[in-house]
C-alpha cells in the first residue's frame, strides 16, 4: 500500500493551491491512510477485460452553435471582489 | 392551522379550491421556520417570499393553472435562484450572489412555487451529516443530539421538521437519501440525466442529480413529473420521455419481480436494520411479489470507486475558486499564487480540502491509472453486472443506511466511518440508476429507518408503484 508521508501531504497540498500548518499536515496523515486503506480494495478486482470509453456521454445532440444572449459584462463581474474598467482586477503579474 | 400535517397534493387542492391562500400558507412556514431556528434547518428565508406568495394568490384569484401555484418550497444553498445568495454553505460563496437561475429553479417558478428559502447543507455538499456547514450545525428534525444526515440535511429537516410542504436537495452519493432516511420522509435520487443540473453547483458531475424530498411518495411522484426533462444547457440531461408518475402508481405489485441481492443481504448482517428489512421482503412476497435472487459480484468495490472518482471530480469543479472571479479574495494576498493559495486556504473548510487533495491524489502522475483509471473501469464492470441483473428483476431492495441517525460529532474524528455511512446508497450514482427512500421501520428510540429501492434507468414509475404499496400496506414498526 502506498504510504503517506508529510512530503507526499506537501506535494498535495501545493498541486491543490492550499496552505496549512505543520499542525494541520501532520494530521492529515493518519486520515488519508485510512481512506487509501479503504479505496485500495480496488485492487483486488480484475478489470483486464475492461476497456475505458472517453467521453462518457453522447456528444452528437450539441446544439447549433449561434450566438444569443447571454450574461452582460456587468452580471458577470457582480460575484469578483474586485474589478476595474469591467475587467477583472487582479495584482501586478509581470515586472515593470 | 397546522399546515405541516398536510400532504403537498393536499395544499395543491386546497390552495386551488381556495380554502387557503399562500400568503396564509408561506407566513405559517416562514413562522415555523422561526419557532424552529434552533434546528438551524434554514440558512436564509428570501425577503420577498410573501410579496411572491400575494403574487400567486392573484393568480390563482384569475384561475390560472400552475402544478405548484403558491406552494412554499425551500432549495438547497447550492441550487442558483437569481438574485439570490447561494452559498454553499461556504465561506468562500458567502456572498455570492446568483446570475441566473438553476433549470429546476426555473421549472418550479413556471409552476408557480413559492421559493421561500434555503437549506443549510455540508459545504459543497461534501458531508454526510450537515455537520461541515461553515453556517453552524444542523439538528435531526426527530431528535435534537442526532445529525439530521447529509449532504441535504437542512432540505431534510425543513420537510421533517415542518418547515415546509416540499424541499429539493442533491445527491451525489446519497445526500438526498440518507438524510430522508434519518428524518423519516421520502426522497429519490432520480436517474442520472432525468433532471438538469444545470445552475447547481458542480461537486462530482458525473455522479450528481437534483432530488425532491417529501413526506408522501406520491407527493415525491408528482415532483419528479416537474422536475424532469431535458436542458438544452445542459448535455447529460436526458431527452428520454417524462412519465406521467403518479398514473405510473397503480395500488398493486403482483408480479412485480422483486431482486433480492446476495451482496447487499450478506451486508446487513449483524445491523440493526437487519430483521425489519428482512421482513419487508418476505411480506412482499406475500402481497403477490415474486423474489428473484439475484447478484452484484461487485457490489462491495463501489464505496471505494466513490471515493476516488468524486474526489477526482471535485477536485477538478472546485479548480475555478480561485479568489477572483467569485466571491472570497483573501485580503493580505500580495501577487496572483498568494490569490488562489490564501483565498482557497482561509475559503475552504477542512472536508473540502481533504477531498480537494485526495482527488489531487488520484490523479496525479504515477497514481491517475492504479486508483482512478481503475475505479474507472470497476464502474463501467458494475454497470454491465447490472445490466444483466436487470434482465431478471424489474427493482431491487435495500436498506437505505445501515442504524437510524447518529448521535452529532460522534464521526467526526474518523472521515472513513463517516463515509461508510454512505455504503448503501453509493451504488446507485457509480450506476447511474433511480433509486428512492422511504421510512419502513422504527429503530433506536423509535427513530426511522429507511427502505431503499432501486431499479434500472429510467424506471422511476416502477419505483414509485412499489413505494406507495408499501407506504399504505405496510406497517412501520
Known amino acids: ?96 | 392551522m397546522e399546515f405541516e400535517k398536510y400532504s403537498l397534493l393536499e395544499l395543491v387542492d386546497m390552495l386551488k379550491s381556495k380554502k387557503v391562500s399562500s400568503e396564509e400558507l408561506t407566513s405559517y412556514f416562514i413562522a415555523q421556520i422561526e419557532k424552529k431556528k434552533n434546528l438551524n434547518a434554514v440558512i436564509e428565508v428570501f425577503e420577498d417570499a410573501l410579496s411572491k406568495a400575494k403574487e400567486a394568490d392573484i393568480k390563482i384569484k384569475n384561475n390560472e393553472n400552475g402544478k405548484l401555484l403558491g406552494i412554499p418550497v425551500i432549495i438547497k444553498d447550492n441550487i442558483l435562484y437569481k438574485g439570490k445568495v447561494c452559498s454553499c454553505s461556504s465561506r468562500f460563496l458567502e456572498n455570492y450572489v446568483a446570475q441566473y437561475n438553476s433549470t429546476v429553479v426555473e421549472k418550479l417558478l413556471r409552476e408557480g412555487a413559492v421559493i421561500i428559502g434555503r437549506a443549510n447543507m455540508d459545504e459543497f455538499a461534501m458531508g454526510g451529516s450537515t455537520e461541515n456547514s461553515a453556517f453552524g450545525i444542523t439538528h435531526n428534525a426527530l431528535d435534537y443530539d442526532r445529525v439530521p444526515g447529509g449532504s441535504s440535511g437542512g432540505s431534510a429537516v425543513a420537510v421533517a421538521g415542518g418547515l415546509c410542504p416540499v424541499s429539493l436537495g442533491t445527491d451525489t452519493g446519497g445526500s438526498v437519501r440518507q438524510p430522508c432516511s434519518y428524518n423519516g420522509i421520502v426522497g429519490i435520487k432520480p436517474t442520472y440525466g432525468r433532471i438538469s443540473r444545470y445552475g447547481v453547483v458542480a461537486f462530482a458531475s458525473s455522479l450528481e442529480q437534483v432530488g425532491p424530498m417529501t413526506k408522501t411518495v406520491k407527493d415525491n411522484a408528482y415532483m419528479l413529473e416537474i422536475l424532469s426533462g431535458k436542458s438544452e444547457f445542459d448535455e447529460t440531461s436526458s431527452k428520454e420521455k417524462v412519465e406521467d408518475y403518479l398514473s405510473a402508481i397503480k395500488g398493486k405489485i403482483q408480479g412485480l419481480r422483486i431482486g433480492v441481492c446476495k451482496e447487499i443481504i450478506e451486508s446487513v448482517k449483524g445491523m440493526e436494520v437487519e430483521k425489519p428489512f428482512l421482513e419487508v421482503i418476505n411480506w412482499l412476497k406475500d402481497q403477490g411479489a415474486t423474489l428473484v435472487d439475484v447478484s452484484l459480484p461487485d457490489y462491495n468495490l463501489s464505496l471505494a470507486c466513490y471515493y476516488i472518482i468524486a474526489p477526482a471530480e471535485a477536485t477538478s469543479n472546485l479548480g475555478r475558486f480561485d479568489g477572483i472571479k467569485y466571491s472570497r479574495r483573501s485580503e493580505d494576498a500580495k501577487n496572483v499564487d498568494e490569490i488562489y493559495i490564501k483565498s482557497r486556504s482561509e475559503g475552504f473548510g477542512k472536508e473540502v480540502k481533504r477531498r480537494i487533495m485526495l482527488g489531487n491524489f488520484v490523479l496525479s502522475s504515477g497514481y491517475f491509472d492504479a486508483y482512478y483509471n481503475k475505479a474507472k473501469k470497476i464502474q463501467i464492470k458494475l454497470k454491465k453486472q447490472t445490466e444483466e441483473l436487470f434482465r431478471k428483476c424489474d427493482v431491487v431492495l435495500s436498506p437505505t443506511t445501515g442504524s437510524v441517525a447518529f448521535k452529532l460529532g460522534s464521526k467526526n474524528s474518523d472521515p472513513v466511518s463517516m463515509y461508510k455511512e454512505d455504503r448503501f446508497t453509493i451504488i446507485s450514482n457509480i450506476l447511474g440508476i433511480p433509486s428512492l427512500t422511504l421510512p419502513f421501520a422504527k429503530g433506536e428510540k423509535d427513530l426511522p429507518l429507511g427502505l431503499q429501492i432501486m431499479a434500472n434507468s429510467f424506471k422511476e414509475g416502477t419505483i414509485y408503484n412499489l413505494a406507495d404499496f408499501i407506504e399504505n400496506n405496510w406497517e412501520v414498526k
Do not use: W
Request: charged letters at 35%; aromatic letters at 6%.
Open chain 1, 1 to 96: 500500500m502506498k504510504k503517506f508521508d508529510l512530503a507526499e501531504v506537501k506535494r498535495l497540498s501545493s498541486l491543490s493551491a492550499l496552505r496549512f500548518s505543520e499542525e494541520e499536515l501532520n494530521s492529515f496523515l493518519p486520515e488519508f491512510e485510512n481512506i487509501l486503506e479503504m479505496v485500495e480494495q480496488i485492487k483486488s478486482a480484475n478489470t483486464d477485460e475492461v476497456e475505458l470509453k472517453y467521453p462518457e456521454c453522447d456528444l452528437d445532440d450539441l446544439r447549433e452553435d449561434k450566438a444569443r444572449e447571454s450574461l452582460s459584462v456587468q452580471e458577470v463581474l457582480t460575484n469578483s471582489p474586485k474589478t476595474r474598467k469591467g475587467c477583472f482586477s487582479v495584482p501586478q503579474m509581470l515586472e515593470d
